[in-house]
């Protein structure tokens, strides 16, 4: 008879502890802390608040086994910190691309205008300062996830291929504008 109920205090306490996991891990991102450091500190936190809360509830008695409910918290919230860091690094990724693209666009489009036997040279050496400086800036900006040397690797690749990209394009739109500027030269 009391079972359900104590099924049902369970399922109470694993909701109110992923809230509130959800909404410290909220804060202290807002504060700047690292991202990994702070999932660990309150992925603790919450279990040990779950298991606080379980034991107050539990019934000696009984010797009901909560372990099933405290393996989906963990679950839980093993699945929002993924997706959380999967969310952030997206938007980190965005921010960056989209520093480039401003890095890069307007310089490599002057050089283009400007059209001399160097132009190749000096849109090869933008290209690369800018990207390097961007990749360091980006690796100093993930260095709280924790990532494996892998993910980084392909997140800087995938910058240097960005950039790459960013000059393709601008080069291709002059190609089409270079009729203009023969007739007018």
């Not at 606080?52 to 699945?79: E, F, H, M, P, T």
């Amino acid at each position: 008879m009391v079972y359900p109920a104590y099924t049902t205090m369970l399922g109470h306490l694993r909701a109110k502890a992923l809230e509130s996991y959800k909404a410290k891990l909220e804060h202290s991102l807002k504060n700047g802390e690292g991202f990994a450091a702070s999932v660990r500190m309150l992925i603790q936190s919450s279990m040990l608040e779950f298991d606080q809360g379980s034991a107050d509830a539990a019934i000696r008695q009984a010797n009901w086994d909560a372990s099933k409910v405290r393996d989906k918290l963990c679950r839980d919230l093993d699945s929002h910190a993924s997706s959380v860091q999967s969310a952030k690094l997206s938007e980190l990724m965005t921010n960056f691309e989209n520093q480039l693209a401003k890095a890069l666009s307007e310089p490599v489009e002057s050089l283009f205008e400007a059209g001399g036997n160097d132009t190749w040279l000096s849109i090869r050496k933008l290209l690369k300062r800018e990207t390097e400086a961007t990749t360091t800036e980006f690796l100093a900006s993930i260095s709280g996830y924790e990532l494996d040397q892998e993910s980084i690797n392909r997140m800087q690749q995938n910058l240097r291929d960005y950039a790459r990209k960013v000059v393709e394009n601008k080069a291709r739109e002059e190609a089409g504008k270079i009729l203009i500027r023969m007739k007018d030269r």
